[in-house]
Structures are given as C-alpha cells and as structure tokens.
C-alpha cells in the first residue's frame, strides 16, 4: 500500500506577531524563521510520520528555499524520485502567527505552478495506492490526474484547498473530498447547493468530508453522516493542522482503518499539530498520536 501525494512544497518564512497585521499597520515581531510547508509536503509528512510508505510529486526551483522545502520530506523518509527541480523559485509562505494560535497567510506558488500530472507514471496508480492532492499547483493537472487516477482504480482523495476552480466532472470522479466550512461554502455556491457535506455529496456523488475547527469533522458517506469531535487542546499555532488531518486521514485509511477510526486518528493527530509551531515540523509521529487516542 502506499499513499501517493501530488501537490506543493514551500519554505515557510513564519514571524511570531503580538497581533496579526490589519491593512496598513506594521507589527514587529519576534525571530523569523524559516521552516518546510506548502500543503503537498505537510500532507505527505503527516502521512509518513503516521506509518505511511509515501511518495511526493511536485517542484521545487534551483535556490536555497528548496532545501528549505524539502528538510521535512527528506526526514520522514517521503521517496522524492517524483520531484522535479525547475526553473522557477521554489513556493514561499509569509506566515504571521499570533499568541492565539490563529495564522495569517500570503503564498508566492513559484516553483509549484510547474507541477505536472505526467510527473505521476500510470503504473505508480494502482489499486493499492491511495492518491492524495490539493489545489496550490495548477488545477487542470490536478484535474487530469484524478481521471488518470480513477481510470486505474487507484482511491482518489482531493483536499479543495484552497478552493480553485476545478471541472465539476473531475469532482465526480473523487472517492474523497475534504473541504473546510470556507471551502465547502464556495464548492456549494459554484455548484447550487448547500454547504454542508450531505448537500455536497448530493450533488457530486463522491464521499465528502468537511473538516469544523473545534467543532470536529463531518463525513457524508453511503452509510449516511458520521461526526467525529476534535481534541481540545491549548493551541500554539494552526498552521498545517488541516494537512495533517488530510495526510494521517489517508495514511489511516490507506492501512485499511473503518472510516470513524481513520477520522478519529487524523483529529486526534491535528490536535497534536496545533499543540507545535510550524507547519510540516509540528506533525506528529505515529506513536504520539496512539498516546492520544488511548
């Protein structure tokens, strides 16, 4: 089995604000730092660090922020035979994090707007491996691999975020899709339905997960709606809390976990993620979060 990730890497340049900047306003912070993300590798590392076999498919440019980028895939062990190094800067993130927790993000994609389905080989999507992307590289390549993808019985999992435009028709090929409230509500207007997941899945006809913050997590599934709550934790910041629960979701579901376990496990693993600074950094290793569930 192997978990699959197509998707972005950027250097994170993270700066810890006493307020997160309104228009106009500077705020001096604290130290920068400069830390692996894009929501492609935080996937794939949450995934890996949860027990996945995990390959990653996506660029990165020529430039020291590719070492930067790639630091958290390299150590969790990610295969990145499928990366490809081009002539574009690699993704960068502006991160503002607060004492809450709460993040403000601007993200130059760079490197990641190279990204290409044929990066992905048809024999890598067979039906034992689980494919997992995002929308931070180009829409119509995500949109081909998951027919690709499908054609070849692989699970097609697709996390809309954030929620760029993509063909209804792919939409309907997914096994999986996960969206936040924002994400679901944008989805539903373009489509003419609600925003919850039983509408979403109404109209697309694939399972749809819609992740709730602190509220935890609904999956509109063929058994009908299962709620999983979230672990509460004292939040240090929230940045990749969503990547992780898409990644350990995928790793869980790829080792053949029931639907509420595999929920449970990846609430379980974005608690831990938002108890830690950093995107990539914060996801936890498998045994940290079996400590949690017990």
């Known amino acids: 089995m192997t ?6 890497a950027n250097a994170d340049l993270v700066f810890a604000v006493p307020d997160l ?55 969790a062990g990610v295969d990145l035979s ?27 994609p760079g490197a990641n707007l190279a990204a290409r389905a ?20 180009p829409p119509a390549e ?24 993509i063909p209804a028709e792919a939409l309907r090929r997914l ?19 609600g925003a919850g997941a039983d509408a979403l899945r109404g109209a697309l006809g694939c399972d749809v997960a819609v992740t709730l913050g602190e509220a935890g997590a609904v999956l509109a599934g063929a058994a009908g709606p299962l709620r999983v709550p979230a672990f509460h934790v004292t939040p240090v910041d929230t940045t990749g809390a969503g990547d992780c629960w898409c990644g350990v979701l995928c790793a869980a579901l790829d080792r053949g976990l029931p639907a509420e376990a595999a929920l449970r496990r990846a609430a379980a693993a974005a608690a831990l993620a938002c108890t830690r600074p ?12 079996d400590v949690l569930l017990r």
């Not at 604290?30 to 660090?49: E, F, H, I, S, T």
């Not at 950093?278 to 979060?289: C, I, K, Q, R």
């Open 21 to 75: 900047p309104a228009p106009g306003v500077t705020v001096l912070g604290g130290d920068l730092r400069a830390l692996p993300g894009g929501k492609g590798a935080n996937q794939a590392v949450a995934a890996a660090r949860d027990g996945a076999r995990v390959s990653f498919a996506g660029c990165v440019g020529r430039d020291a922020f590719a070492t930067v980028a790639t630091a958290a895939l390299r150590g």
């Open 82 to 108: 499928r990366l490809a190094v081009v002539d574009l800067p690699t993704g960068c993130a502006s991160i503002c994090v607060d004492p809450a927790g709460r993040n403000q993000i601007a993200v130059a």
């Open 118 to 137: 044929a990066q992905v080989e048809d024999a890598a999507l067979h039906p034992g491996a689980t494919l997992l992307m995002q929308m931070e590289v």
């Open 278 to 289: 950093g995107a990539a950094a914060g996801m936890p290793v498998a045994a940290e979060t």
């Open 175 to 193: 096994d999986l899709l996960v969206a936040n409230e924002h994400e679901a509500a944008v989805l539903g207007a373009r489509l003419g339905c």
């Open 142 to 165: 995500v949109a081909t691999l998951v027919h690709r993808a499908k054609d070849r019985g692989a699970r097609v999992v697709l996390n809309l975020a954030p929620p760029a435009e």
């Open 3 to 8: 978990v699959l990730v197509f998707g972005s």
